[in-house]
């Protein structure tokens, strides 16, 4: 038997955020789907502070719900090493605010967890290693240094090419049947080009 299954907090939604320190990117990432009504959800307002105290380093609001989302991928400057708090209020249509919900990340001192790599330029190559021959495209066939792919109109590949010997043993395919859409699906139109299946 299922235990008491608790509603959701209706002050409250589903967030999440992810840090890139490569190239200090932010995802933002607040999810409408769980609202009464999820096409009330109207703007997600954000602002990443320190853990440790002090002013934000980054803030803003993301407009425009899509997918059930409200998410964007934001920039922030130059972080000092250490943990950070994302804080973030979802505005509804009617300007109530659900929230506050938080998330956070850790930005690594680089030089302390990869000293051993620090600073070496060891395979860093600012350049196309040879040989750096340009694809070149002859009809339906795309070559580079001593491989060729012929493709057919679906953009599948009908053969591949290594050093002139056959690598695929036949042109791809896509096979479907009534177990992937359903006991009802029918192939309304198959072209050279589409297939498109629908329910009968």
């Known amino acids: ?6 509603p959701p907090d ?33 703007t997600l307002h954000y602002r990443v502070v320190p853990e440790s105290g002090g002013a934000a380093v980054a803030e803003g609001r993301i407009a425009g719900s899509a997918e ?20 973030a209020t979802m505005e509804l249509a009617d ?14 001192d680089e030089s302390r967890e990869v000293a051993r790599w620090w600073g070496q330029k060891v395979g860093h190559v600012e350049r196309v290693i040879p040989p750096n021959a340009a694809l070149v495209r002859t ?9 060729e792919y012929e493709l057919n109109a679906l953009g599948l590949p009908a053969a591949i090419r290594s050093s002139s010997a056959a690598v695929s ?8 049947n009534s177990a992937t859409f359903g006991p009802n699906a029918q192939l309304q139109r ?8 629908g329910m009968a």
């Open 169 to 176: 043993a036949a042109p791809a395919r896509i096979l479907a």
């Open 139 to 147: 009809g339906n066939a795309v070559t580079c240094v001593g491989r």
């Open 68 to 87: 059930y989302f409200l998410r964007d991928v934001v920039k922030v400057p130059p972080l000092a090493p250490g943990k950070y708090r994302v804080e």
């Open 10 to 42: 209706p002050a409250k939604f589903a967030f999440e955020t992810r840090f890139n320190p490569v190239r200090s990117l932010l995802l933002v990432k607040g999810d409408t789907y769980y609202l009464e009504d999820p096409a009330h959800g109207k």
């Open 190 to 197: 198959h072209t050279a080009s589409a297939v498109r299946c």
């Open 95 to 108: 300007g109530k605010r659900l929230g506050p919900m938080t998330g956070g990340f850790e930005k690594k």
């Open 1 to 6: 038997m299922m235990g008491k299954v608790t």
